[in-house]
C-alpha cells in the first residue's frame, strides 16, 4: 500500500509542471489590433501591435512576435501594469532571414509592440507597402486599421478596409475587423496611394481642444490684464494690511508710554517800590529793594537776585 502511494506522489510531482508548462505554453490573443501608419514621424511604415491576451493565460507570460529583420529592433515593447501605466518590458530578438523572432515577458495582459519598417517603396508620387501577419498565436478577434498619410490622395487598400472615415481631427482611418484568426494563418495587407511631398504627418499634426476654450475653461492660462488686475490688487490689500498694522502698533506704543506733562517756570515775584520801601524801613532786618527778600545779617548782595543791598547809614 505504502509503495502505491510513493508511486502516487511521485506521479503529481512529475505531471504538475508539465500541466503548468502546457498552461503556460497555450497563449492566445482575446483581441489584436494591427496599426499601419506610413510616413507618420519617419520616412518609412509605423506598424502598431496593440494586444489584449486572454484573462486564462498563466502570468508572466513569454510570447514571440516575428518582425521583418530589415527593421531593426522594435521602437516599444511594453507592458499596461494594473494602475494603466505602459512599462517597458524585457525583450530579446533573434534572427533569421528575412525574419526576426522578437521574444518578450509579459507581466501584464495588455501588451503594447511597434516597429518601424523601411519597407515602404517610393516612386515620385507613388507609394506602397505590404505587410504580411505570420500567425503565431490564436486570436479571437484581429482588426486592422490604416491611417491615411496628410496629402495622400488615391489610397487603395487590398484586401478592402471599407471606405475611409474620417475622425475628429481630420485623420483619415481604413478599419475593418478581420474576426477569428487561427494559429498558422498568415494574410497580408497592400496598399499604394500618392502623395507629392516627404512631409512627416506628425509635425503637421496640431493639439485641438475636445471643446470650445472659455473663460470657464479649467486649467485655462489668465490673460494679462487679468493677471495685472489681481497683481495690483493684492499689492493694495497688502499696503492696506501694512498701514493698519503700523497704526495699531504705533497706538499700542504711545497707550504704553506715559507722556510727560511740562510745567511752566515759575516767574519772580515782582515787588513794587512802595512795598520795597516799606519792607526795607520795617524793623526787625534788611530787604533786597529788587526782589524783597530778607537778608541776613552782613550780606552785600542779595542772595536770592543777587542786587547789592541797600543800607541805611546810622
Not at 199 to 208: P, R
Request: net charge neutral.
Amino acid at each position: 500500500m505504502r509503495r502505491w502511494v510513493a508511486v502516487f506522489i511521485l506521479l503529481v510531482i512529475t505531471l504538475v509542471p508539465l500541466g503548468l508548462v502546457n498552461a503556460q505554453g497555450t497563449i492566445t490573443f482575446d483581441t489584436a489590433e494591427v496599426d499601419l501608419w506610413p510616413e507618420y514621424d519617419q520616412p518609412t511604415m509605423l506598424v502598431i501591435y496593440n494586444i489584449h491576451i486572454s484573462p486564462s493565460t498563466f502570468m508572466p507570460a513569454t510570447i514571440s512576435l516575428h518582425i521583418p529583420t530589415r527593421a531593426g529592433d522594435p521602437a516599444n515593447v511594453a507592458t499596461r501594469e494594473a494602475d494603466g501605466i505602459l512599462y517597458n518590458a524585457p525583450f530579446k530578438r533573434t534572427v533569421s532571414g528575412d525574419w526576426s523572432q522578437v521574444t518578450l515577458t509579459a507581466t501584464a495582459l495588455e501588451v503594447q509592440f511597434e516597429y518601424y519598417d523601411p519597407g515602404l517603396q517610393k516612386n515620385g508620387p507613388d507609394r506602397s507597402f505590404t505587410y504580411e501577419w505570420q500567425g503565431e498565436y490564436d486570436v479571437n478577434s484581429l482588426s486592422i486599421q490604416v491611417q491615411q498619410p496628410t496629402g495622400a490622395t488615391d489610397m487603395q487598400i487590398i484586401p478592402s478596409l471599407g471606405l475611409g472615415i474620417p475622425s475628429s481631427g481630420g485623420i483619415i482611418y481604413y478599419d475593418s475587423v478581420v474576426g477569428t484568426v487561427k494559429a498558422g494563418t498568415r494574410f497580408s495587407v497592400s496598399l499604394q496611394y500618392q502623395k507629392n511631398n516627404d512631409n512627416l504627418m506628425a509635425s503637421g499634426l496640431q493639439v485641438e481642444p475636445s471643446a470650445p476654450i472659455s473663460s470657464q475653461t479649467p486649467g485655462r492660462a489668465p490673460g494679462l490684464n487679468y493677471v495685472l488686475a489681481w497683481t495690483l490688487g493684492g499689492l493694495g490689500v497688502l499696503l492696506l494690511v501694512g498701514g493698519g498694522l503700523w497704526y495699531w502698533r504705533a497706538e499700542r506704543g504711545g497707550a504704553s508710554t506715559p507722556s510727560r506733562k511740562r510745567h511752566p517756570l515759575r516767574a519772580p515775584k515782582i515787588r513794587d517800590e512802595k512795598t520795597v520801601q516799606s519792607e526795607n524801613i520795617s524793623p526787625g532786618g534788611i530787604y533786597c529793594h529788587q526782589c524783597g527778600n530778607r537778608a541776613q545779617d552782613g550780606d552785600v548782595f542779595c542772595r536770592v537776585c543777587g542786587t547789592k543791598l541797600r543800607k541805611e547809614e546810622g
